[in-house]
C-alpha cells in the first residue's frame, strides 16, 4: 500500500524559511515523480513543484525562486524548502504521486504566514 506522509508545517513570520518532508513507503521511491501541492479552504488545490525521478524539477510561478524541491533516494523522501515566506503561502500543503494509474495524496501539513 502506498503510503506518502508530509511533516513540517508550522507558523512562520514573512521573510522566514520552512522545509517540509514528504515520507513515502509501499513504492519503488526512485522510480517515481512527486508532486507539491497546495490549498486553502474553499479554493481548488494548486500545483506548487514537481520532482522527476530524473530529478529534474518544475515550480509554480508564484514560488520560483524562493522554493526548492528536492528528493533523497535513500530515506524515499521527498522535500520542499521554502524560503522568504509570504503571507500568500498560508496553505495545506499535500504531497502526491501517481502510481499504478492511480493518484495518491498524503494527509497533508499546514503552513501559517503571518507577522
Known amino acids: 500500500q502506498v503510503r506518502l506522509v508530509e511533516s513540517g508545517g508550522a507558523s512562520a513570520q514573512p521573510g522566514e524559511s520552512l522545509r517540509l518532508s514528504c515520507k513515502t513507503s509501499?513504492?519503488?521511491?526512485?522510480?517515481?515523480?512527486l508532486d507539491w501541492y497546495r490549498q486553502t479552504p474553499g479554493k481548488e488545490r494548486e500545483f506548487v513543484a514537481t520532482?522527476?525521478?530524473?530529478?529534474?524539477?518544475t515550480y509554480a510561478d508564484s514560488v520560483k525562486g524562493r522554493f526548492t524541491v528536492s528528493r533523497d533516494n535513500v530515506r524515499n523522501t521527498m522535500y520542499l524548502q521554502m524560503n522568504v515566506l509570504e503571507p500568500g503561502d498560508t496553505a495545506r500543503y499535500y504531497c502526491?504521486?501517481?502510481?499504478?494509474?492511480?493518484?495518491?495524496w498524503g494527509q497533508g501539513t499546514q503552513v501559517t504566514v503571518s507577522s
Open positions: 502526491g504521486v501517481n502510481y499504478r494509474s492511480r493518484r495518491y
Open positions: 509501499g513504492m519503488n521511491f526512485r522510480l517515481f515523480s
Open positions: 520532482i522527476t525521478d530524473g530529478h529534474s524539477t
